[in-house]
């Protein structure tokens, strides 16, 4: 039997089975079938026995148990290059199976249609998962098909290497599978949380998440809170931060956390940033952390009280000493030192998160739920050059300019849009954020800036659409400006610039945070 292929179907779906079945024997496949199945290609005048063949067993349970049989598994499991797999498999009267069909119970359907508990759990396939799961293990002998849509391209692979599969197909419909197998019991764990947990939050939020903690509400106390998080995520995280003092965090601290830690993976230099409802409020960058952390409070002190505080390196007693005065409500950082733990632990309300991990970017998407869907985008890191940068106007910026520009631009993204940034050397001095008009995010930013806005730059997240934006930066004071252009006045904007004697260049990138 070992040296026979043969291919193991069992389909709750039976759309397009007699086809494949048809080709699959055209190959010299044995086909192996459960009882619906078998009957459903017999009537078909298909050549093909029932799974007893193999396991001496027939249908249990009316139909519950069938393919659960050790028989089954092995046929599936051996590895076909080991000669142990290979005697066991002969010697237990098992054939190797070499392409698996299976399509499980529609859960999903049924439950959507509104059926009632017990009805809903008859449809939770058991067989089947194993099956599926027993197979894509094994992809590197074996071929699994779990929709209908793949038969086409399947058949037309056989047909190409003579009834056989390449391993970059077995891979691909591998990857298919698990990723069949996990939504559904998602769908599965979904369901049943619903209905047997209808009050509360679940402790696992679909499957891949796990429980952090409960939080005492959401952004506001009437409002139920949890916490989960990434069991695969390797990166520095507010999900695996040590919680130093013990004292908890918020739903709100969290948010300002995570966005000062999406911040920071931006700069290399020993950076501070000032975290307001998930807005930077001031960021720095210095060869020394507690210089950089009073240059990004000083950018706006009065937005500075009750923030959130990150920092990229460890923090020392120097830092912590500067922060002395400063109401905060938390920080993060890589680690402290014990000297600054003393002095933090002063500051009753604070919490002090240490990530244990250096700072530093990781690929990774962002998931926004909204009523009835979720919208999920990926986390890009604008790594800006000067090269990339395009002076459109007849002064032209220097080289600190330009550095100053590039600086502010990482910002850009981390600042509620409509957004300006005005910033000097490696830090900022006056950010505008929030607005739902340009130019008046380039008056807030000069009002928080005051007289530090004279020989300032000035980014913009998005295009400047009309000159007001412009006259009001040559009023504040400032000598260049950086933005993504292709605003449809683009050509009003730069005669405006060029009236005031300003520099500026295009990104063609636009940084929006919405």
């Known amino acids: 039997m070992v040296s026979s292929r043969w291919a193991l179907l069992s389909a709750f779906n039976k759309e397009g089975l007699r086809e494949l079945s048809q080709e699959l024997l055209g190959w010299d496949y044995r086909l ?6 078998a009957e459903h290609l017999k009537s078909g005048g298909l050549k093909v026995e ?23 598994m092995v046929g599936i499991l051996a590895q076909r290059d080991s000669e142990e797999d290979t005697r066991e498999v002969e010697e237990s009267g098992a054939a190797f199976i070499d392409v698996v069909v299976v399509n499980l119970y529609p859960f999903e ?30 992809w590197p002998y074996v071929t699994v098909l ?14 190409s290497l003579k009834g056989g599969v390449s391993e970059e197909s077995r891979r691909r419909h591998a990857l298919e599978a698990f990723a069949v197998t996990s939504r559904y019991e998602v769908a599965i764990y979904g369901y049943l949380s619903e209905a047997f947990q209808p009050e509360s939050l679940p402790s696992e939020l679909r499957i891949a998440y796990l429980e952090a903690g409960k939080l005492r509400y959401g952004e506001n106390p009437y409002q139920k809170a949890a916490f989960y998080r990434d069991p695969i995520y390797k990166g520095a995280s507010i999900a695996y931060s040590e919680d130093i003092f013990n004292r908890g965090l918020s739903f709100n601290n969290i948010l300002d956390l995570d966005a000062a830690l999406e911040l920071l993976m931006k700069f290399e230099r020993p950076t501070a940033a000032i975290i307001k ?11 020394r952390l507690e210089d950089a952390y009073r240059l990004a409070r000083d950018t706006d002190r009065k937005s500075a009280y009750g923030c959130v505080v990150g920092f990229n390196r460890e923090v020392g007693q120097e830092t912590a000493a500067a922060m002395k005065r400063h109401f905060v409500e938390a920080i993060i ?7 600054a733990l003393e002095l933090l632990r002063q500051k009753h309300k604070l919490r002090a998160l240490r990530t244990g991990k250096r700072i530093e970017w990781e690929p990774a998407i962002q998931a926004l739920g909204i009523r009835g869907g979720i919208l999920v985008q990926t986390r890009e890191r604008i790594d800006l050059q000067s090269e990339a940068l395009k002076c459109v106007t007849r002064a032209k910026p220097t080289k600190e300019q330009v550095e100053t520009m590039l600086f502010a631009y990482k910002v850009l993204g981390h600042v509620k849009s409509n957004a300006i940034v005005l910033a000097k050397d490696e830090r900022t001095v006056g950010i505008g954020s929030g607005q739902m008009s340009r130019v008046d995010a380039v008056i807030v930013a000069g009002m928080k800036a005051g007289e530090e806005a004279r020989g300032s730059v000035l980014a913009s997240d998005a295009f400047i659409p009309f000159r007001d934006g412009i006259d009001e930066a040559a009023k504040a004071g400032v000598e260049a400006i950086i933005q993504p ?17 300003i520099a500026m260049v295009f990104t063609g990138v636009r940084v929006f945070k919405h």
């Open 32 to 37: 192996v079938a459960s009882q619906g199945t």
């Open 50 to 72: 029932s799974v007893e063949t193999l396991t001496g067993w027939g249908e249990m349970l009316q139909g519950k148990v069938k393919t659960l049989h050790p028989k089954i």
């Open 109 to 138: 359907e049924v439950v959507g249609r509104g059926a009632h508990l017990r009805e809903a759990s008859e449809m939770v396939d058991v067989g089947g998962l194993t099956l599926i799961r027993a197979a894509a293990k094994n």
């Open 146 to 159: 779990t929709s209908p849509s793949q038969y086409p391209a399947f058949i037309d692979e056989l047909r």
């Open 277 to 287: 409802h998930t807005c930077a409020a001031g960021v720095a960058s210095s060869d």
């Open 333 to 339: 950082a890589p680690d402290y030192e014990e000297g």
């Open 485 to 501: 252009g292709g605003s449809i006045r683009d050509r009003e904007v730069i005669d405006a610039v060029n009236e005031h004697g």
